[in-house]
């Protein structure tokens, strides 16, 4: 959907190379990311334009950088990791996504799925991803404001993958019941005060929920609702 070479306007873009990008896909391949149209949508998508400008020249390390708010954007390799997980299923059309951040997670899966609904509570880091997202020109991207009684989206759901951007002490029941029939859900799961958290993928047949841990990983809290 971008080609961040056809956009010389882009603050920071002297710094973010197409060989700085080129660095980080090779970096993403050594870590094992296979899936070739998620090592392209990371590579169309200009990471620094999601940063503070004071951490442009780190933009395409692999690397978590913070936003502010206590929050951070994701290493490149779990976002590339979250995202081929993802599509392992094949290509959703309906995905939500809880915690837009920066709004990067939200850009890379722009770029694969047709819809894109994202929900964020800290109202100053939503209102610069809609901004982020209108001058990159993401039309399938429906950002929300979170309510603070509502984690999720229910209104909307049911969804065919949520993918979850912070850390869940446990399953968030609530989104559970947003998953579609077959739908899936990919959580860090665990501690969020120390090194027990674990990705998880959750897979809904009926009411019956299947879940799988995967790889050790380290998110900020999920700051849940209360419905």
Same mark, same amino acid.
């Given at each position: ?29 050594? =870590?094992?990311? $296979? ?14 334009? !999601? ?40 290509? +959703?059309?309906?995905? =939500? ?5 920066? #709004? ?16 964020? $509570? ?7 991803? $809609?901004?982020? !997202? ?9 950002? @929300? ?5 509502? =984690? #999720? ?5 049911? !969804? ?37 958290? @674990? ?19 380290? !998110?900020? +809290? ?6």
């Amino acid at each position: 959907m971008i080609d961040p070479d056809k956009h010389p306007h882009v603050r920071g873009f002297g710094m973010a190379s197409a060989r700085s990008r080129a660095r980080l896909i090779a970096r993403l391949e050594q =870590l094992g990311i $296979r899936d070739e149209r998620v090592l392209a949508a990371m590579n169309r998508v200009p990471r620094h334009m !999601f940063v503070d400008e004071a951490m442009t020249s780190r933009a395409y390390d692999d690397t978590a950088l913070p936003i502010g708010y206590g929050q951070t954007i994701s290493q490149p390799y779990i976002v590339a990791q979250m995202t081929s997980l993802l599509l392992a299923d094949g290509v +959703p059309d309906h995905v =939500l996504e809880i915690g837009t951040g920066s #709004g990067y997670q939200a850009a890379v899966l722009a770029e694969l799925v047709d819809t894109v609904y994202t929900v964020e $509570r800290i109202k100053p880091l939503y209102d610069q991803a $809609r901004r982020r !997202f209108a001058e990159l020109g993401y039309r399938n991207i429906r950002a @929300r404001e979170a309510r603070e009684d509502v =984690l #999720g989206l229910p209104s909307y759901g049911p !969804f065919d993958v949520i993918l979850v951007t912070a850390g869940a002490e446990a399953l968030p029941t609530s989104l559970c019941a947003q998953m579609a029939e077959q739908g899936r859900m990919i959580v860090p799961v665990g501690d969020t005060s120390g090194a027990g958290q @674990r990705l998880v993928v959750v897979r809904r047949q009926g009411q019956s929920f299947q879940r799988e841990d995967l790889d050790p990983v380290s !998110f900020v +809290p999920l700051i849940e609702g209360h419905d």
